[in-house]
């Protein structure tokens, strides 16, 4: 999955997707935590209901479980495409989160042959799936936010502070196409016989206290005082 999103999200843009497949990485990102956490719960009411039945469990196959995707795991973590336009930051972390359940797994798949506890192995599995569910929260919210074309930021912040520079600025939409695209469009009136030097220095003014906000790329669209845009 991680190298599905890399592969995905790096295709060039064409002419029915402007913005390229950044979106999907949001898309993948929630299928791969609500697989992730629907996966721990199930192991972890399979444990409870074993550990009631004082049924054992065998910490062999876990454990060789564990030995064969660590590599695994160390491997995706540097081959993922490193850039300043690739999501490898979010699926660096996806990585590295994984690799820690699976040392935690593999950690308590071998505990009990040394101290004799079948209760370790429980232990392990309601961990591995406490560290899955408050790791993820956040990244789960966020992606879900993306996929509602919201975004972290308050526009109303946001717009409060424009209008300090610039009062006649409304109509301001903010959205995340991805984790690392956040777009803004705005309108904003101004006298008819303003120039299009002008237009040009209040537009990367704009662009200097929306960038304090995270958006890398914005739209105004200018109107003259009685409505007609120009």
């Given amino acids: 999955m991680i190298f599905l999103v890399n592969r995905i999200s790096n295709k060039p843009t064409d002419e029915f997707h402007s913005y390229g497949f950044h979106r999907v990485e949001a898309l993948l990102n929630i299928t791969i935590i609500t697989l992730f956490i629907a996966i721990s719960a199930y192991s972890a009411i399979l444990t409870t209901e074993l550990l009631i039945h004082g049924i054992p469990i065998s ?14 795991l160390i491997v ?13 930051r979010i699926m660096f972390i996806h ?8 040392i935690i797994v593999l950690a308590f798949s ?3 042959f ?3 506890s ?5 232990l392990g599995s309601y961990i591995v799936l406490f560290i899955i569910l408050y790791g993820n929260r956040n ?3 966020r992606n879900v936010n993306i996929l509602l074309e919201g975004s972290s930021v ?8 424009i209008r300090k520079e610039f009062p006649s600025v409304h109509h301001l939409h903010i959205w995340d196409i991805c984790q690392h695209q956040r777009v803004a469009t705005l309108h904003m009136s101004i006298p008819s016989q303003m120039q299009i030097g002008e237009l040009d220095s209040v537009r990367k003014d704009i662009e200097r206290i929306l960038s304090k906000y995270g958006v890398n790329h914005v739209t105004v669209q200018f109107e003259s005082n009685n409505g007609d845009n120009i």
């Fill in 76 to 88: 995706a973590g540097v081959t993922i495409e490193h850039d300043e336009k690739s999501n490898f």
């Fill in 154 to 161: 308050s526009v109303k912040e946001v717009e409060e502070m």
């Fill in 110 to 112: 071998l505990l009990p």
């Fill in 139 to 141: 990244m789960f919210r």
């Fill in 95 to 102: 990585t590295l989160q994984d690799l820690a359940i699976m």
């Fill in 59 to 72: 910490s062999g196959s876990t454990a060789l479980s564990a030995i064969i995707a660590i590599p695994l």
């Fill in 118 to 122: 079948q209760y370790l192995d429980y």
């Fill in 114 to 116: 040394y101290f004799f």
